[in-house]
């Protein structure tokens, strides 16, 4: 099938390169020239597991990249896939869908077949069908028989997207009527995943349903942490029973530092800001994020009570991606600690094994080690912020420390007395 996907970000790149690996005709519409470069070169312009050898299997073959959308007019599907970033008030800033809408219908005004426009990005319920379809129907001067519309929305997690993609756990397309649904249904062909058939807005709320649940489960996970820790109990023992139900489902209840990125408490907010311009008053999803923002502060109250003031003492930071796998520290939890520890005057150096010329753009002035020896080297006191799989193995290096205080944000070291911010 011959497919556009608008938007070369991470959903867009991830989603276009595997639907070339189903065998399709893929161009991906990006405008910036230095993405452009990357992808025609066959090197993915974001680190993602598996992402590069795909692409260099068929970049210049069936997958193309262009900036400009002529590819649309002789397309059977263009998924959208731009962002739809936080505005300052939480709710969805929706411009680059629109303008992507309209560029969309401009070019579908060449195409003399039936195409279906696909939202793949993540939009408040009704975006689809008040934004997008007025848009592209103006700028391309069609009817709606001409122009199928439809919502996709996509479940990929950071670091494990392509994984994601190629074995879902299901398929949710929605649309107004059975053609556009049954053509977005072929794309997908040769994968095993039960298809959700859904109306388009019901498809535009499962996604952000789906990521309010799963931040909400770690939410309730870190507050029962907090309450088992004064109690002298391990929650990830409480938490093993609990999720064996299978009712509750034993993911996502890993107690710690609580979650970042560009998704929940992007999406979060959004349903927040959604509910409230419909009159209602979203007490459970606020204290998702009430939780969440108080969370990783907890473990500087620990270190404090271990070590008295922070001020003018070394405090390392390991791990600043928002979670491992990723150089992303998007809304990380280490971006909160960090800050408060360099109000209170502490000498804050860090250690990641992806993340830091990232971070270096938000903190310049604190010092970077390219090795957890570096950073744990006379330090008073240890911040363990993400999962890395290899802070596992950290050991020996501990004993480089001035004092060894080691508060884990998240459950991943083995070195025994250590303090856990919720066991
Ligand atoms: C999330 C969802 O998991 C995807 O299904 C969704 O498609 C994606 O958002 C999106 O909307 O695009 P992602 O943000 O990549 O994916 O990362 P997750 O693996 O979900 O982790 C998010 C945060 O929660 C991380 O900071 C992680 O450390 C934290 N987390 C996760 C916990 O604190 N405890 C857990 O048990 C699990």
Redesign the pocket.
């Known amino acids: 099938m011959k497919i556009v996907v608008v938007g070369g970000g991470y959903?867009g790149l991830v989603s276009g390169i595997c639907f070339s690996e189903l065998g399709h005709d893929v161009t991906l519409v990006e405008i910036d020239p230095a993405k452009v470069r990357a992808i025609r070169e066959g090197k993915p312009p974001i680190y993602e597991a598996g992402l590069a050898e795909l692409l260099q299997k068929h970049a210049n073959k069936n997958l193309h990249v262009s900036q400009g959308y002529e590819s649309v007019s002789s397309s059977e599907i263009v998924f959208i896939a731009v962002g739809t970033p936080s505005q300052p008030d939480g709710s969805a800033n929706l411009s680059y869908i629109e303008a992507a809408s309209i560029s969309v219908g401009k070019s579908l005004k060449n195409n003399p077949s039936y195409c279906v426009v696909v939202v793949k990005s993540?939009v408040p319920p009704g975006t689809t069908d008040k934004i997008v379809k007025p848009a592209v129907i103006i700028a391309s001067g069609k009817t709606e028989k001409e122009i199928g519309f439809a919502m996709n929305p996509?479940?990929?997690?950071?670091?494990?997207a392509v994984e994601?993609f190629l074995h879902p756990d299901r398929i949710v397309i929605g649309s107004s009527d059975s053609r556009s649904g049954n053509r977005i249904g072929q794309v997908y062909q040769g994968l095993t995943a039960p298809i959700i058939r859904t109306g388009i807005t019901s498809a535009e709320m499962i996604?952000y349903a789906?990521?309010a649940f799963?931040a909400t489960?770690?939410s309730f996970?870190n507050e029962i942490g907090n309450i088992c820790k004064n109690l002298g109990i391990d929650v990830y023992e409480v938490m093993k029973g609990v999720g064996l139900d299978t009712r509750i489902g034993p993911?996502?209840?890993?107690?710690?530092?609580?979650?970042?990125?560009?998704?929940?408490p992007k999406?979060v907010s959004a349903l927040i800001s959604l509910a409230k311009e419909n009159g209602e008053n979203p007490i459970l999803l606020r204290s998702v994020l009430e939780v969440n923002d108080q969370q990783p502060c907890r473990m500087i109250r620990i270190l404090e009570r271990k070590i008295g003031t922070v001020k003018g003492k070394r405090i390392a930071v390991l791990g600043l991606a928002?979670?491992d796998n990723t150089d992303d520290i998007r809304d990380?939890?280490a971006i909160l600690v960090i800050r408060e520890l360099l109000q209170k005057g502490a000498r804050v150096v860090a250690y990641d094994p992806l993340a830091i010329p990232h971070m270096r753009e938000i903190f310049p002035d604190i010092e970077y080690f390219g090795s957890v020896a570096g950073a744990l080297r006379g330090a008073n006191g240890c911040l363990v912020m993400?999962?890395w799989p290899e802070f596992s193995k950290i050991d020996k290096e501990f004993d480089l420390m001035a004092e060894e205080v080691i508060v884990e944000g998240?459950r991943v070291l083995s070195r025994k007395g250590v303090e856990g911010i919720c066991w």
């Not at 996502?252 to 998704?263: H, K, P, R, V």
């Open positions: 959903v993540t996509e479940f990929l997690r950071e670091g494990r994601d996604k789906s990521n799963l489960k770690i996970s993911l996502f209840l890993n107690a710690g530092a609580g979650f970042g990125g560009s998704c929940f999406d928002f979670k990380s939890r993400t999962e998240r």
